[in-house]
């Protein structure tokens, strides 16, 4: 399909943000893949659906039935990690442990690695115990950095929040500094040596990128961080070769830079977005990308089922008779509707012509974040404070006995 915008759109597409142009072509070109992602997602539900009876039947030995509850396992972590965790749990294939999920994760047989990430990021106790453990069972001992990171970056992929990359990306330094003690003299060293790696890694190898940052330019960008003074230079230089010679190898690559996923989302998880024409809820998963609010089937969806952009809009809270916790975006500056695209039932991608959209949050703690980070997130990205703070601290750190 070409990526001409034709007449017969059911919008002006000049009217959009250059981000959204290139995502309404994007969007259109893999039109029929994601139809066939959609078929095939739902010959794999009309196959749990079926492994589900058979098992409710007896039909089968209790051997099968166990091979059969851990596909049905993994489908539902690959749709929604947590219930897929809670259902191996509840069938006794994986114990209630952050050790048994961690190996689970890890070994990561049958298993999308997006919801690999997913699940490690989430911000709560069990599943940060989890997180602990599964970098546990790396081993990084005597690789250099840029190595450990190949093999630690390969094992999932790393969500878009930039909190929860600053949790695994913390891991994946204390773990790596108790493995190799005489490399780093502490572990913000090392946490901001794997950030500047990652991101060398896309200035070589993005096309997009015009200016190729030289050696000595990345050694540069990296002076002080060692308790206030350098790294070896042959260390830096060694480790642009490495990345200049062999780019990581992402999972589940769509097409998009580790970058992409890297810099993008402020916030993401689940909400329950009410319907425009028909007032029915929905759950969906969410992500904040900047100037942009985009929203998803399932978490492994490649591509948003509808995108708000950020702009001539406010949030409030809401009161609903139906659902707790809700808040809206809603048109202001003098707009009279929100400008917003979606795809229909058909693949099509249709205008919306929304004056309110409604969302409900879980709890009220996850209500109030969620306006704060959209609120902040039209003007404000916290992620380079939170690097920027971090490459303070390493310059500034003094190694404590």
Avoid at 19 to 35: A, G, H, M, P
Avoid at 98 to 117: D, M, R, W, Y
Wanted: net charge negative; glycine share 6%.
């Amino acid at each position: 399909m070409g990526t001409a915008v034709h007449n017969q759109d059911l919008f002006n597409a000049s009217e959009l943000t250059p981000e959204q142009q290139k995502l309404l072509i994007d969007i259109r070109r893999r039109k029929t893949e994601l139809l066939l992602e959609i078929q095939q997602l739902k010959d794999e539900l009309g196959e749990v659906v079926s492994e589900m009876e058979a098992l409710d039947s007896g039909e089968e030995g209790k051997h099968n039935n166990k091979a059969k509850m851990m596909s049905i396992g993994r489908k539902k972590f690959n749709m929604d990690p947590k219930k897929g965790i809670e259902y191996l749990i509840e069938k006794g294939l994986l114990q209630q442990t952050p050790e048994s999920v961690a190996q689970f994760l890890h070994k990561g047989e049958g298993l999308n690695k997006t919801a690999i990430g997913d699940y490690l990021g989430e911000r709560n106790d069990f599943n940060e115990n989890v997180l602990r453990a599964f970098v546990e069972l790396h081993d990084f001992t005597d690789l250099i950095l840029v190595q450990a990171l190949r093999q630690f970056l390969w094992s999932f992929r790393l969500p878009g929040e930039a909190q929860k990359i600053d949790r695994m990306m913390e891991c994946f330094a204390q773990r790596y500094c108790q493995l190799n003690t005489d490399i780093f003299t502490n572990t913000d060293t090392c946490y901001v040596l794997s950030f500047a790696i990652i991101m060398l890694n896309t200035s070589l190898h993005n096309p997009s990128v015009k200016d190729k940052p030289t050696p000595e330019q990345f050694i540069n960008m990296n002076r002080g961080i060692n308790n206030g003074g350098d790294l070896p230079q042959e260390l830096l230089q060694s480790l642009y070769e490495s990345i200049k010679t062999e780019p990581f190898k992402i999972p589940e690559d769509d097409g998009n830079d580790l970058m992409h996923t890297f810099f993008n989302p402020d916030k993401e998880g689940w909400l329950w977005k009410q319907g425009g024409r028909y007032k029915s809820w929905k759950r969906r998963w969410f992500i904040l990308n900047d100037n942009c609010l985009y929203y998803f089937e399932y978490t492994t969806d490649k591509e948003p089922r509808g995108i708000i952009p950020l702009e001539n809009i406010s949030v409030r809270e809401a009161g609903d008779r139906n659902k707790p916790h809700c808040f809206e975006l809603f048109a202001s500056g003098g707009a009279d509707f929100i400008k917003a695209c979606k795809t229909d039932s058909e693949g099509k991608v249709v205008e919306g012509k929304h004056t309110v959209y409604r969302m409900s949050a879980s709890t009220e703690e996850e209500k109030q974040d969620w306006m704060q980070r959209l609120s902040q997130s039209i003007s404000h990205n916290p992620f380079y404070d939170m690097l920027a703070q971090r490459k303070r601290k390493a310059q500034h750190h003094h190694a404590k006995n």
